[in-house]
């Protein structure tokens, strides 16, 4: 049985559709990545599924309960880290998670224990005391991870939770996302890509309100593998800096769709990264064509798209599932 | 027999189910209400309201109390001159209207800085997230949060029963208690239906600022419209009459403990957070 279970939701805002008839499923201890750029809806979606918005249409269940029909029970099971940790600046660590927790309706034995425990696991030991008010940014964001654990929720719903960290804090948090997901059900939303591939089983693309795709990380990078790449750098002679070489005469070798990137270095030394039919016997024409031009061709070699591009293509074209 | 038994048996399970939920409801908001508390000394908002009403009204009561001595010493005096006798002056009764009077007036300053973050904070902050996801229910949010602000409420109240005290001590024949207590009945629900509309406004804006100032202009409003009440005997000044919050209180504060009034207030009261209510419903619609 899925534990996360989203049926044809959507959420109008007046005019404007935040989301738009969106299903998909998680199941236990999965770690699943929701990508989008700002504005996709994944802060909507989010707060639907933690119950602090109502949907507009649609259903959710989690961990088998509608969240209409029981809010309570589905409250219960869920923590939720929002965009921006909900902090109490003037009150300790302690007292902040303490806090949570009994509002959470974690019995105090309980509470206590998980409180040691919880700390242990971002990090908090030393700082239990210290006001949150005086936390670093990074400090301040596990506080948050921890407020979202405390009660043993089976599903995590984590909005954001790398972001404004530095690269250090961010490679901390990912580990601690890493080992949570051995436990609970995560859902993870970010707008970086390499976010998803790193820490995440499955990804669900979101854009403007719409699912565009959902797969693996390695499964996204299979099924955009179609169009090849190509980089190659060569050596253009010319006297002058308006020699009048365009880069765009390349892209007319039959064969080459479109250019991708240019780095002009030094004043006669060109790289491209090409996109192309089929890598094989463009190859050849393209350093045909390179010669016959009297160029010097220094480097040659296929580019594996990155997820990054892949990410763009999804976002920028048409729904590939 | 199976069935009855199964019946019974869910009975049982959902009586227990509603047991327990409202343990944990009231769980809940006892934890919102120690943490508003703290929240209120934490911060100097508290220190600042507690000691600077202290202050006022301990001006205003030896300030009433001289005035009101010295007038009937006055008189007492001009009797005797010309060798009547002295005139009935009820000084300590004297002294406790103007001073509730004044109370009430006080109040409208002092009771926006308890309520104006209450709710816009916790939107500013976007800790409200944090509540509205945790299995309370917006009713226990609001009530913790109001019984908080009503017990600062009471704390700036109580210690100004000293007063009373020394004009009880100091009064003869002794003052009767039973004014003393109604003028405090009415202040505690003068203050409760305050604070309800404070937490109100406190619901509809995210700036903490702007929800004082509606506040204290509500309020102000309550006391123009006690003031048009007090023109002439027309139809329109006796509608305002019964709508004025301060007529209703008058009422206490002349001793007088009527039951309309006790109704008026708690209504209000009720209102307001009813309002409070409905405002949060309306406010996850536009999250
Ligand atoms: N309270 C709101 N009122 C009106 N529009 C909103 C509101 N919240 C979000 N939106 C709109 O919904 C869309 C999705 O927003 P959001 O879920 O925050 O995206 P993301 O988290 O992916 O950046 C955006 O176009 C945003 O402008
Ligand atoms: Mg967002």
């Known amino acids: ?321 | 027999m199976g069935e009855v038994s199964s019946v019974e048996m869910n009975d049982v399970r959902e009586a227990s189910k509603r047991l327990f939920r409202t343990r944990c409801g009231v769980r809940g908001m006892w934890a919102i209400y120690k943490k508003e508390l703290r929240g209120y000394f934490v911060s100097p908002i508290a220190y600042v309201v507690l000691t600077v009403f202290y202050v006022l009204m301990g001006y205003f009561f030896f300030n009433f109390l001289a005035i009101f001595s010295e007038q009937a010493l006055y008189a007492a005096y001009q009797a005797a001159e010309y060798g009547n006798s002295p005139p009935a002056m009820d000084v300590p009764a004297q002294v406790d209207r103007n001073y509730f009077g004044i109370l009430s007036t006080v109040l409208i300053f002092f009771l926006p800085a308890l309520t104006m973050g209450m709710f816009a904070e916790e939107r500013r902050r976007g800790t409200l997230e944090l509540l509205l996801t945790a299995p309370l229910k917006d009713g226990q949010i609001i009530l913790g949060k109001f019984l908080a602000a009503m017990t600062v409420f009471l704390l700036m109240l109580l210690p100004t029963a000293v007063f009373q005290v020394v004009l009880h001590r100091f009064s003869d024949p002794p003052m009767a208690w039973g004014a003393v207590l109604a003028s405090y009945i009415g202040a505690v629900l003068l203050g409760a239906s305050l604070i309800s509309i404070g937490v109100f406004i406190s619901s509809i804006t995210e700036n903490q600022i702007i929800a004082a100032v509606l506040t204290f202009g509500c309020f102000l409003l309550m006391w123009v419209i006690e003031i048009a009440a007090r023109q002439t005997g027309t139809l329109m000044s006796e509608v305002l009459k019964y709508l004025s919050v301060l007529s209703h209180y008058e009422d206490f504060t002349k001793g007088i403990v009527d039951s309309g009034s006790v109704l008026f207030l708690v209504s209000l009261c009720v209102l307001g957070l009813l309002f409070t209510y409905h405002s949060f419903i309306s406010l996850r619609w536009r999250m």
């Open chain 1, 1 to 321: 049985m899925s534990v996360i279970e989203v049926q044809g939701l959507t959420k109008r805002y007046g005019p404007v559709t935040a989301i738009e008839d969106l299903s998909f499923q998680a199941g236990e201890r999965e770690i699943l990545g929701f990508l989008g750029p700002n504005g996709a809806g994944k802060t909507t979606t989010m707060r639907i599924l933690t119950g602090f918005i109502p949907a507009s249409e649609g259903n959710v269940r989690l961990s088998g309960f509608d969240i209409r029909e029981h809010p309570w029970e589905v409250k219960k099971r869920i923590g939720y880290l929002p965009e921006i940790p909900p902090l109490y600046a003037d009150m300790s660590v302690d007292v902040y998670l303490r806090f949570v927790a009994e509002i959470r309706g974690t019995e105090k034995a309980r509470a206590r224990r998980r409180l040691g425990e919880v700390k242990e696991l971002c990090g908090l030991q030393t700082v239990g005391r210290t006001l949150i008010r005086r936390l670093s940014k990074g400090y301040r964001q596990r506080v948050g991870m921890a407020q979202a654990i405390i009660h043993e929720p089976e599903i995590l719903i984590l909005d954001e939770p790398t972001i404004g960290l530095d690269p250090k804090q961010i490679i901390e948090v990912r580990h601690l996302i890493k080992s949570l997901g051995e436990r609970h059900t995560v859902l993870l939303s970010t707008h970086i890509l390499p976010e998803v591939s790193m820490t995440c089983q499955r990804v669900i693309i979101l854009n403007k309100g719409k699912l565009v795709a959902v797969d693996t990380p390695e499964g996204l990078l299979r099924r955009l593998q179609g169009g090849e790449r190509i980089f190659i750098r060569f050596r253009v002679d010319r006297q002058g800096p308006s020699d009048g070489f365009d880069p765009a005469e390349v892209a007319r070798v039959p064969g080459v769709r479109r250019i991708v990137r240019e780095v002009l270095g030094d004043s006669s030394l060109v790289s491209l990264e090409l996109e192309v039919e089929d890598d094989q016997e463009v190859r050849g024409r393209l350093a045909e064509y390179l010669v016959g031009r009297g160029w010097k061709l220094q480097e040659m070699r296929s580019v594996n798209p990155t997820l990054e591009e892949i990410f763009i293509r999804l976002v920028t074209e048409e729904p590939v599932a």
